[in-house]
């Protein structure tokens, strides 16, 4: 009889063809036959000490030097007091910050670091890189030595090709993290630090540290204060600078500091800055307190440093284009930025899931509740600036209309819940990826964002509009005014207060959305508020400015590209689309439309053409160095998201984007 074998089940399958098992592969032997044995694997050296949650015996000093523009590096030096364990040890093991606030992935720019030389007494010390950990480094101490001198540079990007630039000709961006190392063995919050940096000549500073008073020449000392504190507290300066204060007179400091490429960007007018000072406004009424001692907006108008939007517990860095104030009325689609990052300061860095806690900045972090950490930062982000007017009602439903449309169109979420994306930090490291839509890349923060929205018009039903997510919002984020000590939570935490709002089954409401695989979006918040998701041939104006500030053209919704206007190349695909099953991928360029040379007009002109005419569009596309037509049997016309009024219903979305008194 024919043996027939199975990968799997092997055994059973031989019982049922009643014949004898046999493996599918057969084990090797323990040995060969000349009695070489196989390899054992190398045991793994001893684990780094643990963090303890004790004073750390001294204070650590660093000094930055930031002065050197013409390379893009950074200087340090810094001396760590070498406690009496690790004297007895014979080593003090010094950690590189790995776990970025706010990055949710080991990210840290180790890479970067250079030329470190650790030393005592004036005597170098040899140093060892973990042979597990790169993040760790192993410095053997005597039992007579009390301090290390530690010398290194950051070696910060010249170019956006290695990585994010952090130094320009007028601007520095000075993250602790990547400037420091700290000692093993201890949470960072009870490991004491005292900080300066030295700038150009004559440039100002922000952050959200404050200085001890004893400046020296271009030197600033800042006061001694924790490691974690320290990390969480990024300076921008630069030769161009200007600070605003925001707060209401005798309110708790709030100051807008921005930095500019050139002087004549930071040029704005009072409409503008009482616009910034609205933020704060209703941002203060709507969670009902304020968890700083002061907060500083660090904003960066600029074309020239790397982009950035991070959140900070009395700061955030943002990055906005240079033009930002100067060209106001088409600065709009940015205009959230500022909204979303000092939202954080409630949400994330004062309450903070527990999993994302972390005693160190090596220990490993879990995202689980990332859509409530980003999501509903992202809804209030959005909602705040409409509040304060930084966008316009209109244009707040226009986008909200673009984002509804996008993530209804994931091709990705019918095999991805958007819970197992709160791991992409991780898992893709925040790099560009081929298929952003089927892989669904980080889509707990918008997804998250319409899932609250869905959550808000629930609890405005179920109290008959007398509460809404504000509620939310003054209950989980406004307890222990003025406290800067982080307070964590868990997945039941938000149940709980959810159900003090308004009773209902907000376990289930919110696992259907978060935890299972859902083939539409959750757009029962639009349908709630009064609205419906609609398409016209109108351009979206959130979209369309966006495009023109970027130089895109996006055809999303139609063919399911999104184009560079200047060369004609594919910066998205969107899977399954049109363009997708022409054979069309990311990186093509368009160099010719039905016979004419590529242009965003004759693009568009060929789509709403073949509406009627039912010969399929036909591109002439350049992959690298080769050359094809592809023809696209699209007759649709032009399709763009919008909000549409249903009449007779409601108008809670209105309500829910105006400013609250």
Known sequence: MTIRLFRAGTFLAALVLGTHAVPAF????????????????????????????????????????????????????????????????????????????????????????????ASAGGKTIPWLRDPVDVFAFHVPVTKDQTQLDLDFKLLSPVTDDEGR????????????????????????????????????HGWQAATALRTNGNATGDTLNYGVVPYNTLVDSPIFAGAYFRKVALNAPGGVPVTLNMVADKPGDLAYDDAELQIHRNLVTQAILTFGSQHY?????????????????????????????????????????????????????????????????????NSPQRGSLLWVYEGQTQFWGNVLAARSGLVSKDQGFEALALMAASYDAQAGRTWRP??????????????????RDYQRSEDYYVEGQLVWLDADMMIRKLSHDTK?????????????????????????????????????????????????????????????????????????????????????????????????????????????????????????EIVAVNGDTFSPEGLIDAIKAAKTDKAPITLLVKSDEHYRTVAIPYHDGLRYPHLERVDNTPDRLTTLYSPRH
């Open 26 to 117: 057969a084990a090797p032997a323990s040995a060969s036959a000349q009695g070489q044995p196989q390899p054992e694997a190398t045991p793994l050296p001893s684990p780094l000490p643990q963090p303890k949650d004790i004073a750390f015996p001294g204070t650590l000093k660093l000094s930055v030097n930031a002065t050197d523009l013409d390379h893009h590096v950074m200087t340090m030096h810094e001396t760590v007091p070498v406690p009496q364990s690790a004297r007895e040890a014979g080593e003090l093991v010094l950690l590189y910050p790995k776990w970025v606030p706010g990055g949710h992935a080991p990210e840290g720019t180790i890479m970067q670091l250079g030329g470190l030389v």
């Open 165 to 200: 630039v952090v130094m320009t000709p007028h601007i520095v961006n000075v993250q602790w993290n990547e400037v420091s190392l700290y000692p093993a063995g201890y949470y960072s919050r009870n490991i004491p630090v005292q900080a300066s940096v030295t700038l150009p």
């Open 293 to 361: 001692a002061h907060y500083d907006f660090l904003m960066a108008l600029t074309d020239e440093l790397g982009g950035i939007g991070l959140e900070h517990h009395q700061s955030s860095e943002d990055s906005v284009s240079e033009d930002y104030f100067t060209d106001w009325k088409h600065s709009f689609p940015q205009r959230d930025l500022l909204a979303h990052e000092y939202t954080h300061s409630w949400n994330g860095k004062y309450r903070r899931p527990a999993d994302l806690y972390g005693p160190t900045f």
């Open 418 to 435: 958007v819970a197992d994306t709160t791991n992409d930090p991780i898992i893709a490291q925040r790099a560009p990826q081929s298929w």
């Open 468 to 588: 809404s997510l504000d509620d939310f919002a003054k209950a989980f984020f406004g307890t222990n005014n003025g406290s800067i000590i982080v307070s964590t939570y868990t997945f039941d935490d938000v149940v709980l207060t959810l159900n003090k709002v308004v009773p209902y089954d907000w376990a289930k409401f919110l696992h259907e959305r978060i935890s299972t695989v859902q083939k539409r979006a959750p757009l029962g918040g639009l349908e709630a508020g009064g609205y419906k998701l609609v398409f016209t041939d109108k351009e979206n104006a959130f979209e369309a400015q966006a495009g023109k500030n970027r130089h895109r053209l996006s055809l999303r919704f139609s063919l399911g590209v999104i184009i560079s206007a200047k060369n004609g190349k594919l910066g998205t695909v969107a899977w399954d689309s049109p363009a997708y099953k022409a054979g069309l991928a990311i990186h093509d």
